[in-house]
C-alpha cells in the first residue's frame, strides 16, 4: 500500500513543529521540555494541521502550556514553514491528545478490578 503524502507530511511535520518549539520557543513563558508532540493530523487540502501534544505535569501546567502554544502557533508555524517547504503552510492547531491519559485510566480500572478479583477469590476459600 503507497504511503499517501498527507501522512509523510504528518510525520515530518510532528519532528520539524516539536524541533522549534524545544530549540526556538524554550524562553517563552509557559513552554517546557515536558512538551511532547504526539501526533499531527493535516488535512486533505493541506490548509489545516491539528497538532495533539502531551505535557507532563499538573492540570493547571497543561492548561497554561496549552495556552501558551495556541498564543505562539502563529510564530511556531512561520519558523517550521522555514523548515518545511510547502506552497501554503497549514494553519496550526494545538490540542491535547487523550490517549494517553484515557489509557493509563484503563490501567488502573483493570488493575482495580484484578484487586478486587483477588480479593474475592481470597475471601471465598475457607
Do not use: W
Not at 493530523?41 to 505535557?55: F, G, P, R
Not at 507532563?56 to 522555514?82: D, M, P
Amino acid at each position: 500500500m503507497p504511503v499517501k503524502r498527507t501522512d509523510r507530511l504528518n510525520s515530518l511535520l510532528k519532528e520539524v513543529i516539536s524541533e522549534v518549539i524545544h530549540r526556538d520557543m524554550h524562553h517563552a513563558k509557559n513552554i517546557s521540555t515536558l512538551i511532547t508532540i504526539t501526533r499531527v493530523d493535516i488535512t486533505s487540502d493541506l490548509l489545516q494541521a491539528k497538532v495533539y501534544i502531551s505535557v507532563i505535569g499538573k492540570e493547571l501546567e497543561k492548561k497554561q502550556a496549552l495556552l501558551a502554544l495556541q498564543k505562539l502557533a502563529g510564530t511556531i508555524a512561520r519558523k517550521t514553514s522555514k523548515k518545511v517547504r510547502m506552497h501554503c503552510f497549514p494553519l496550526i492547531e494545538f490540542l491535547f491528545d487523550e490517549a494517553l491519559e484515557n489509557q493509563i485510566h484503563m490501567e488502573e480500572l483493570f488493575a482495580k478490578i484484578s484487586e478486587e478479583r483477588h480479593k474475592r477469590t481470597a475471601t471465598d476459600e475457607p
